[in-house]
RNA sequence: GCCACUUUAGCUCAGAUGGUAGAGCGGCGCUCUCGUAAAGCGCAGGCCAACGGUUCGAUUCCGUUAAGUGGCUCCA
């Protein structure tokens, strides 16, 4: 018999018998207790099950099962003994589509006439646990496609059958434990005992292969753990993001809100919301003022005739809502700002020596939703998006996708955002403009990126058609990322609207117009704030900054003089002189997560002062009310990063 | 839009195999005037999402519609 010579990744060899398993080799190289952990491996680079026979010298290097890899595997795993069980209860009728592990844990779906209950889902966790407890090998067989066909159609495995077609290999690899058999690729945990922890979490619908126009399959959820603890972890963490949700605190903070009366995804802003938003806009407003941008206004409607040439009622036109007729002419509302910043650019003819343009506007668009995509502010039917668009000439490009990325940056960074993901999107198989411009566009986004010294992934063939794009997805405090930010170049709009200007050569030319939102919408952005702050804004935000208590009715005088003493100096701040007991009133200023508490007793009125309490429960020494004034105007200050400047 | 589930007082939620409903919080009133996370008592709030059907009778059963939730899909 020949030996083989097994290498583990860090060092060790050792030779074994053709044909031994690769567990088996890697016991000889392990110690007791990494085996016990280990689930799978990598062999010359290829991820395999323990019981792969090995065939040829490798290079071995184990999967332990509290790794990210090992925990994909143990949940993959897992969306099989849940599929067992499924089987198991509800008899062979059930027909069973995929089952891989996602993000956070795995999913199953079935074909069943009747929807899965919560009270189904305790049956099929306890015949779960029994799968598990009986420690079934999860065994692998390549098989003949063709014997695989006939196997799966005999069960009437409709969606398999069509898996197995669809693949077009000669061979397909099957992995069985106890009673169920699935077309897999694996790997697979060695055997159900390494299932320590998992549970199902929802059901929810979906189509097969993702397409409307396939069946309607239903999807259970679930998650799994390589132990009790970790499970408990991430229970409790989507407990948090529970406690965090936007929609939630947006109604105990008061916000925002919606009404049936109104319509779907248009949202009411209440007055601290508001307050809110202003100052975010307000901030928005002086930074773009900073960086050169001039601000613009337009309309919420335009011509029909606008639509077509800007060509949106070819592209977008099922997001755009019915025309209106106003004096037998036909208006839309809009769903996208820039035809309007166009108008403004065709005012009037335009020299190159006044490029770069750029122009700024809070723009209120209105898009149509499909019912079931609403959520919340994340995704709505009326939002406002802090767009810009700028107009330069192709050696422009760069330079002014650095100066983009650089305030985009630094806006997300002062609202304490300082993780993202960048993703480069390139050329799609359906475009317009030339390669050519395509190129350079596409290189001009790169170099600024690199130039920024931002790592991005690349999006092959994921740009929209007028012209490549950035994405940036920021990282919330749970870890959660959101797009918000997008940049992107269009060679469509100034070609329909044959937006020129007058070239050093006294010729005219096409410019580059550039498209970008950094928060992307004010609802989103407000909405990704909330959780990310869980309602607790830094002062500078804050829409209430400060609430005066007063200890009884005696310092209420008073209490309206610091009141409005504040209130002229841009403190915001609300008083709460009823009578009721300071316990009360600091249960109440905490649960409304107002960031200073001022109390007045009789104290602090002899001595014209006010006692500072913070949300922490800790108190400043008592301090005058210019104090007071100066102390929150400084904090501002240094909230909007205006020092770093 | 599609699938599933949900909709009871301002909010969070109980409730009855069909006989028109309750709690806590909040609101209002009275008493208490009180120093760092909930004082006491009382009162007022509901066409039980809307509309149709079954029934002697529907908030409860059935259907339709609307809104919400979780997904599919799409995206700011």
Redesign the pocket.
């Known amino acids: 018999m020949t030996n083989l010579s097994v290498t583990l990744q860090e060092g060790e060899t050792i030779q074994v018998p053709a044909s031994t398993s690769v567990g088996k080799a890697l016991a000889g190289l392990q110690s007791n207790k990494q085996q016990k952990r280990t689930i799978a491996a990598r062999v010359n680079g290829i991820v395999v099950d323990l019981s792969t026979a090995l065939e040829e010298d490798a290079v071995i290097s184990p999967i332990q099962i509290e790794t990210e890899e090992g925990l994909t595997i143990l949940r993959h795993s897992t969306a099989h003994v849940m599929a067992e069980a499924v089987k198991d209860i509800f008899g062979p009728g059930v027909k069973v589509a995929i089952g891989p592990a ?1 993000e956070n844990g795995f ?1 199953y779906d079935f074909l069943r006439d009747e ?4 009270e189904d889902f305790d049956r099929i966790e306890k015949r779960m646990e029994e799968i598990v407890a009986s420690g079934a090998p999860f065994v692998r067989t390549e098989v003949s496609s063709t014997t695989a066909i006939d196997a799966f159609a005999a069960e009437g495995e409709k969606y398999k059958l069509e898996l197995i077609r669809d693949l077009a290999v000669k061979t397909v690899s099957l992995y069985k434990q106890g009673s169920f058999t699935d077309l897999c690729r694996g790997p697979h945990l060695p055997n159900t005992t390494f299932i320590k922890a998992f549970k199902l ?7 097969w ?4 126009k396939n069946d ?4 259970i ?1 679930g998650t799994a753990f390589f132990d009790k603890k970790d499970l408990k972890k991430y229970l409790d963490a989507l407990e948090e993001a529970k406690k965090r ?1 936007h ?2 605190l947006g ?2 903070l008061e916000l925002f809100t ?3 009366q109104i ?3 248009l949202i009411l802003w209440q007055p601290k919301g508001a307050q809110l938003r202003r100052l975010i806009e307000d901030y928005w407003k002086d930074e773009h003022y900073r960086h050169d941008y001039e601000l613009l206004y337009t309309p919420h409607i335009a011509r029909q005739d606008l639509w077509k040439t800007s060509g949106h009622l070819d592209f977008y036109a099922e ?1 755009m809502y019915s025309p209106m007729d106003i004096d037998e002419v036909k208006y839309q509302l809009k769903p996208m700002n820039c035809p309007f910043h166009i108008g403004i650019y065709n005012s009037r003819k335009r020299s190159y020596r006044e490029f770069p343009i750029r122009w700024c506007e809070l723009g209120t668009v209105y ?1 149509y ?15 406002t ?1 802090d767009d810009a668009h700028i107009f330069c000439r192709p050696e422009q490009l760069e330079d002014e996708i650095f100066n983009i990325l650089d305030l985009n940056l630094h806006i997300l960074k002062t609202f304490g955002f300082a993780e993202y993901d960048i993703y480069l999107s390139t050329r799609p198989e359906k475009y317009v403009g030339s390669d050519d411009h395509w190129q350079q566009a596409t290189d001009a986004l790169k170099q600024a990126l690199e130039k920024k010294n931002l790592s991005y992934q690349l999006d092959p063939g994921e740009g ?1 058609f007028y012209g490549p794009k950035i ?1 940036i997805k920021i990282k919330d405090q749970l870890g959660r990322s ?5 940049i ?1 170049v269009d060679f469509n709009l100034p070609e329909r609207f044959q937006v020129t200007y007058t070239g050093a050569d006294n010729q005219e030319h096409q410019p580059i117009m550039i498209h970008r ?1 950094l ?3 004010l ?3 407000v909405g990704v704030l909330i959780e990310h702050y869980a309602g607790v804004f830094p002062l500078w935000f804050a829409p209430v900054q400060a609430r005066l208590l ?6 209420a005088d008073y209490c309206e003089e610091v009141y409005s003493q504040m209130r002229k100096a841009g403190v915001r701040i609300e008083k709460d002189l ?7 009133k ?3 200023a ?2 409304a997560k107002i960031p200073y ?1 001022l ?8 001595d014209r002062t006010v ?3 913070l ?5 400043l020494p ?1 301090m005058t009310i210019s104090d007071f004034i100066r102390k929150v105007q400084e904090e501002c200050r240094a909230g909007r990063g205006i020092e770093e400047r």
């Open positions: 996602i999913y929807p899965f209950s919560p979490l929802r059901v929810a619908g979906a189509y292969r993702g397409d409307e309607v399959l239903q999807r959820y949700d929609r939630r109604k105990e919606t009404q049936d319509g779907p995804g997001n898009r939703e499909r019912a079931g995509a609403l959520h919340g502010l994340l995704r709505v039917r009326g939002f998006q929209v994405d959101w797009q918000c930010s997008t992107q939102a928060m992307g919408s609802e989103r952005f007063n200890i009884t009715d005696d310092q009823r009578n009721e007991k300071l316990n009360y600091i249960r109440e905490q649960l508490m109390i007045v007793g009789d104290k602090e009125k002899e006692t500072v309490r949300r922490d429960g800790k108190n008592a």
